[in-house]
């Protein structure tokens, strides 16, 4: 269960997989995951965390509430 935090790309990914997205795909300047019609771009790799902030503006945008979130 990740907490509701700064979290590495790779772990972010990860996660989303497990709440049945695919990818990431290639496109334009940003990756994406897809989810039926639901397309969400991700972070570009940098050697900092994704910040707490990034990480709610993510989960809100791929309608994740922070419960559903720490379930995982």
Not at 19 to 41: A, C, D, N, S
Request: proline share 7%; net charge positive; glycine share 10%.
């Amino acid at each position: 269960m990740p907490a509701f935090g700064p979290i590495n790309r790779e772990k972010l990914i990860r996660c989303m997989k497990e709440l049945e997205f695919v990818g990431p795909f290639i496109g334009g300047k940003h990756q994406y995951m897809i989810k039926g019609q639901m397309k969400l771009f991700i972070p570009n790799p940098h050697k900092s965390d994704i910040s707490r902030a990034l990480l709610g503006r993510i989960l809100q945008q791929a309608g994740i509430t922070k419960d559903q979130w720490e379930k995982i």
